[in-house]
């Protein structure tokens, strides 16, 4: 079956870029997002990219997505405390017709 | 505009009782979704509404879960019996059109329940 895969964690300095990876198996998905999840919320859509495109970005927040190698990353700008959550990644638009999601990414941002 | 509302956003209860969930989605919000998330894992879907029809419920442990969402608008969620092994977050998210998971999901805080 489908099945979306992360890093657990990760951990980085205050003003350093963070990049988080995420890969994926359903070669028909159409869309791939990125959610953040702070503690005791909802999931915040962050940003989205359709599968034919390779590259997105809006403002600190850079998409990467390598369809041919299933890979999608975040890219995070000047990380800020602020930006200390999980991120998801989720796959869409594949043969389950549903949001696939991975376990999530806890990033750490140390001042 | 509001977001998705849920309540209640906590919940304890023992097992064995009922337990029941409640969704406002976004306004104008044609489908619905509810999703189940356990601790350290990623959301799972548990049922899809278009409008008041259930259109994906395959993943929804009929013996012991039902849902509904009269007038296609709010929805509820119910178990029961409540068993040990439902303590999660309980999340509700809505989109603008049916497309499947090609339209933007727009999700609600959740409601934590744990069972004991």
Redesign the interface.
Known sequence: GED?EQSLFLSVREGDSSVINCTYTDSSS??L?W?KQEP??????LT?IFSNMDMKQDQRLTVLLNKKDKHLSLRIADTQTGDSAIY?C?????S?????????TKLSVKP | EAG?V?SPRYKIIEKKQPVAFWCNPISGHNTL?WYLQNL??????LI?YENEEAV?DSQLPKDRFSAERLKGVDSTLKIQPAELGDSAVY?C?SSPRFG???D???????T?LTVL
Do not use: M, W
Not at chain 1, 40 to 45: C, E, F, M, V
Not at chain 1, 96 to 104: E, R, T, V, Y
């Open positions: 979306v159409t869309y997002y959610y005791g919320a909802g999931l915040q859509l989205y998801f989720a796959e869409g638009g594949g389950q017709g549903n949001l696939i999601f991975g376990k999530g | 998705v849920q979704y350290g894992q990623g959301p799972e879907l899809r994906d999340l998210a499947g998971s090609t933007t999901q727009y999700f609600g805080p959740g934590r």
